[in-house]
């Protein structure tokens, strides 16, 4: 190795990482050079010329790393999300501002560097400031501040902020800077405070949800129970509700909602009101109120929500059914305090609806026992607890034209369970959705078995009309069982015309054109039967049981069984009578010119092995005598 590149190798170990040079170590070089060289001046100066050469790219690359180093450490600062700034540690002279703190000052860096915070900021804010600067400069300890709230923001509104400060010292111990970040977190806590008031609020209503009312009503239970006072539960809920979405739709139920809600906040004196789903809402209501007050602030609530309710031209009238119950006599802990409202409230809504009342005992275990009997109902079709059964209708001559097929279900510990317990549940839950289709299946699949081609008339609940899909459903029946469409009656009440009238109607004439008979039943008990006959062309009306069994008693019942004959036969419609038990309403119904009838004269509801000889299977013919 020639000597200079040798000399060059030694001086760049003798330089330092920031490119300084060690003069006495580059004066001992340069005499070893000299003493190397056997005093040759010109090979000296050569090696020393290429020794500085050396020197100069090495400090040049010593000052390009330096400046990149400081380019990369301004570049993250000025790109932190946060504002950073530096003053000095003397008077609070701000010599630093990042790209964020301008943006949170509200002012460009340019009018704040070089400058004091009594300079910039507003007199009462720049004591504060610099009382904040002298407390760590004096400590030396960094001072934080969490949630702080500072008049000086963007927009000159009040922000809210996480803010450290920490004292620079020199190398030799005395102050030098003050350094500080400030994270500006209003938009933070203000979406905290939002998510978590949708998480305790109704998005409809915005009244406090069921997760808010459970957490009130523990506390008012640990209150009441430390202070041995009392207070009272309301549990509501809105009546024909349903209806509202069925007729005008969810967009102006939901205007209605808000407005039954508004009503129910405005009437309520001030109680915790909230809605827990659906049309349901529930009341805690003060303590140690008497009970004739919450009776009174109940009636007033069902009145106040009894009244039509007007939105965007929409006018529609719900009620609202009440139920009550009272800490610590009906219960004493959350569970059962909302339990036995609940029990009070199925009984106000079964007592007639726009009622109000309190828990009794006796109330929780009916309640218990329907919810028991609906837990039972989902597993009855897989137990295969089901049945159908016939009962015969006739001519009034008695001759047997047909069978009406009636849903029977034997509980295994209950026995036959009436269906006006359990089709109501089956309707509440949707169940009558499946269940439907298993009493159409095995309608038909039995009917198809008899030699007689007798029809068959199968009742259709509302549900099943507005879910699901009714007609495919029906014709797979049919192509499943080889029943013929034409022997195939459907019954339905104005139920399934109230709501979606047109949708209905279609469903209607579809089945219609299968050549599916439709008979409109329980004809005279709804409020706009009239008006369903000239909207649509039914095979058969069936004049409710309840006009037939007081023929005899009571003369209104014979005139308005007239009434219906005469506009049925203006129609061209034929008429079934049912509940027919005796032969003076057989005859008066014949005098009348009824065609059809049906009732426990002619037979009761049976399996269709008791009516074997009606359907063809021991003689071909049998009539009424």
């Known amino acids: 190795m020639t000597m200079h590149r040798l000399l060059a190798r030694q001086i760049r170990q003798s330089t330092d990482e920031a490119g300084q040079v060690d003069?006495?170590?580059?004066?001992?070089?340069?005499?070893?050079?000299?003493?190397?060289?056997?005093?040759?001046?010109?090979?000296?100066?050569?090696?020393?010329?290429?020794?500085?050469e050396e020197l100069e790219q090495t400090h040049k690359r010593a000052e390009q790393d330096l400046s990149r180093a400081r380019e990369f450490l301004d570049s993250i600062i000025e790109n932190i999300p946060i504002a950073v700034f530096a003053k000095d540690a003397k008077d609070s002279r701000y010599i630093l501002l990042n790209r964020a703190g301008e943006e949170y000052y509200g002012m460009p860096r340019e009018a704040?560097?070089?400058?004091?915070?009594?300079?910039?900021?507003?007199?009462?804010?720049?004591?504060?400031?610099?009382?904040?600067?002298?407390?760590?400069?004096?400590?030396?300890?960094?001072?934080?501040l969490e949630g702080h709230v500072l008049e000086v923001g963007v927009k000159g509104h009040d922000?809210?902020?996480?803010?450290?400060?920490?004292?620079?010292?020199?190398?030799?111990?005395?102050?030098?800077?003050?350094?500080?970040?400030?994270?500006?977190?209003?938009?933070?806590?203000?979406?905290?405070?939002?998510?978590?008031?949708?998480?305790?609020?109704?998005?409809?209503?915005?009244?406090?949800?069921?997760?808010?009312?459970?957490a009130e009503?523990?506390?008012?239970?640990?209150?009441?129970?430390?202070?041995?006072?009392?207070?009272?539960?309301?549990?509501?809920?809105?009546?024909?509700?349903?209806?509202?979405?069925?007729?005008?739709?969810?967009?102006v139920g939901d205007m209605m909602m808000r407005a039954a809600a508004e009503r129910l906040v405005a009437e309520a004196d001030g109680a915790f009101v909230a809605r827990i789903g659906g049309d349901e809402f529930m009341i805690l209501m003060p303590d140690d109120i008497r009970r004739e007050d919450v009776l009174s602030l109940a009636e007033r609530l069902v009145e106040a929500i009894g009244k039509e309710l007007e939105v965007d031209d929409y006018?529609?009238?719900?009620?609202?059914?009440?139920?009550?119950?009272?800490?610590?006599?009906?219960?004493?802990?959350?569970?059962?305090?909302?339990?036995?409202?609940?029990?009070?409230?199925?009984?106000?809504?079964?007592?007639?609806?726009g009622r109000v009342c309190f828990f009794e005992t006796g109330m929780d275990r009916e309640l218990r026992d329907r919810r028991l009997l609906q837990h039972d109902l989902r597993h009855a079709l897989e137990q295969s607890e089901?049945?159908?059964?016939?009962?015969?209708?006739?001519?009034?001559?008695?001759?047997?034209?047909?069978?009406?097929?009636?849903?029977?279900?034997?509980?295994?510990?209950?026995?036959?369970?009436?269906?006006?317990?359990?089709?109501?549940?089956?309707?509440?839950?949707g169940l009558i959705i499946e269940i439907g289709d298993w009493v159409l299946r095995e309608t038909c699949r039995q009917a198809a078995s008899w030699p007689r081609p007798l029809q068959v008339a199968v009742n259709l609940s509302p549900v099943q009309f507005q879910t699901g899909d009714l007609e495919r459903s029906i014709h797979q029946i049919l192509l499943e069982t080889g029943l013929a469409p034409t022997r195939l009656e459907v019954e339905i009440t104005e139920g399934v015309l109230i709501g979606d009238f047109t949708r209905a109607l279609n469903l209607l004439r579809r089945l219609k054109a299968l050549g599916i008979h439709i008979a409109m039943d329980d004809f005279g008990t709804g409020y706009s039967s009239l008006s369903y006959l000239q909207s649509?062309?039914?095979?058969?009306?069936?004049?409710?049981?309840?006009?037939?069994?007081?023929?005899?008693?009571?003369?209104?019942?014979?005139?308005?069984?007239?009434?219906?004959?005469?506009?049925?036969?203006?129609?061209?419609?034929?008429?079934?009578a049912e509940g027919v038990e005796t032969e003076a309403q057989r005859a008066f119904l014949q005098r009348e010119a009824c065609e059809v009838m049906?009732?426990?004269?002619?037979?009761?509801?049976?399996?269709?092995?008791?009516?074997?000889?009606?359907?063809?299977?021991?003689?071909?013919r049998r009539r009424y005598a």
């Open 23 to 52: 003069m006495a170590r580059l004066a001992e070089l340069v005499s070893t050079a000299y003493e190397e060289s056997d005093g040759d001046r010109r090979r000296t100066d050569r090696a020393i010329k290429l020794m500085i």
């Open 112 to 144: 704040m560097l070089g400058r004091t915070p009594q300079q910039i900021f507003p007199e009462d804010i720049a004591r504060v400031v610099n009382e904040q600067d002298r407390r760590v400069v004096d400590s030396g300890t960094p001072m934080l």
């Open 159 to 214: 922000r809210v902020v996480n803010s450290r400060k920490l004292l620079v010292r020199d190398n030799g111990g005395a102050p030098q800077y003050l350094v500080g970040v400030i994270e500006d977190v209003t938009e933070r806590i203000t979406n905290e405070a939002r998510i978590s008031h949708l998480a305790h609020h109704d998005a409809l209503t915005d009244l406090p949800n069921r997760s808010a009312f459970n």
């Open 217 to 251: 009503l523990d506390q008012r239970l640990g209150r009441a129970q430390e202070a041995s006072t009392s207070f009272a539960v309301l549990s509501l809920d809105l009546d024909r509700f349903k209806d509202v979405n069925d007729v005008f739709g969810h967009p």
């Open 315 to 353: 006018l529609s009238q719900v009620g609202l059914s009440v139920g009550i119950a009272v800490y610590p006599g009906d219960g004493v802990d959350a569970a059962a305090l909302l339990a036995n409202a609940d029990s009070a409230l199925y009984r106000a809504k079964r007592e007639g609806r």
């Open 386 to 429: 089901f049945q159908v059964y016939f009962q015969p209708q006739a001519r009034m001559d008695g001759e047997i034209i047909g069978f009406e097929a009636l849903l029977r279900w034997n509980h295994p510990v209950r026995g036959f369970v009436p269906p006006d317990q359990f089709i109501p549940l089956a309707e509440e839950s």
């Open 536 to 576: 649509f062309p039914f095979d058969k009306i069936k004049i409710d049981r309840s006009f037939i069994l007081n023929l005899e008693a009571t003369p209104q019942s014979a005139e308005i069984v007239r009434a219906v004959l005469s506009l049925a036969h203006a129609l061209h419609i034929p008429v079934v």
């Open 598 to 620: 049906q009732g426990y004269l002619i037979g009761r509801p049976e399996p269709i092995e008791r009516y074997a000889d009606l359907i063809g299977i021991n003689v071909e």
